[in-house]
């Protein structure tokens, strides 16, 4: 669960980074953290727990961009999870980036920890958690796994109790399959929205709340709040699912879902069309 906000706090904000292709939106999506980060007075916190490269890139890009400073935080094991040197860490950053291509190493590593519960409590104080690609849903309490089309749910660090995100990778099914694979998420679990977030793309979610759509692509979004019918079946497939009353969007950059009020805002029109396709589109099922 969420850490509980203290007196004088406001939640801080939360970053799910899609899988860039391409390298002028890999800078529109990271500038937007280092933006929630505090930009020149952003001190970012990155997080890798396995051996990669890209610890060193992002650091260089947020260096480039005079982030006041920019820490790599290597926790390749448990052991290192629990250093007290890592709280501190954590307590001195502005935001905090978590690195790792796969969602279940990144809770093996950090679930129970004293860092994460450290990265919960510093989101309640008002400092800005991010993650990146598949490794993104381990920021949900409810982290999605997929064994080929059948979802099935793990325990992630809980920064986020209401949301299950499906997050493309190259050579993922198509936006059909992404959607029938949702449909069968949030048949299990009415309460969570479920999010399928497009390569070069990100969402943001704020205190009040809120989601925000922001990069290239569209996020797809699915509300189980109003379903009233699914096929009586232990075997929730997507092939044989029947759901009714499941409302279905599609958002682009700038458009907005509350999951309190179950509504979505699309943002103003611009004096330049931005796409043929509508800001949003809604279907229900």
């Not at 890009?61 to 006041?68: G, R, V």
């Not at 993922?172 to 009415?190: F, G, K």
């Amino acid at each position: 669960m969420p850490a509980p906000v203290p007196p004088g706090y406001t939640r801080g904000s939360i970053l799910l980074l899609g899988h860039q292709q391409h390298p002028h939106v890999e800078r529109q999506l990271y500038q937007r953290f280092w933006n929630e980060a505090g930009r020149y007075g952003a001190r970012i916190l990155i997080v890798p727990t396995e051996t990669d490269s890209a610890a060193e890139h992002y650091r260089a890009l947020f260096q480039e961009w005079e982030a006041d400073a920019v820490d790599i935080l290597p926790l390749t094991t448990r052991h290192a999870a629990q250093q007290e040197g890592t709280l501190a860490a954590v307590e001195q950053a502005t935001a905090i980036l978590l690195l790792n291509r796969d969602p279940l190493h990144l809770a093996r590593t950090l679930g129970g920890t004293a860092v994460a519960q450290a990265i919960r409590r510093a989101n309640a104080r008002s400092k800005c958690v991010g993650a990146v690609g598949m490794g993104a849903s381990v920021l949900c309490q409810h982290m999605l796994i997929f064994d080929g089309e059948h979802p099935r749910f793990a325990p992630g660090l809980g920064l986020i109790n209401r949301l299950a995100i499906d997050v493309q990778c190259d050579g993922e099914p198509s936006a059909q399959s992404a959607l029938q694979r949702l449909l069968a998420t949030i048949a299990y679990n009415p309460f969570l929205v479920g999010v399928r977030l497009a390569q070069d793309t990100g969402i943001a979610i704020y205190p009040d709340t809120s989601l925000e759509v922001f990069g290239e692509r569209q996020a797809l979004v699915i509300d189980g709040a109003g379903l009233t019918e699914t096929l009586s079946t232990t075997d929730l497939t997507p092939e044989a699912l029947q759901a009714l009353g499941v409302r279905v969007y599609w958002l682009n950059a700038g458009s907005t879902f509350n999951f309190d009020q179950r509504t979505v805002h699309t943002p103003p029109p611009g004096d330049l069309p931005t796409s043929a396709v509508p800001a949003v589109s809604k279907s229900s099922f």
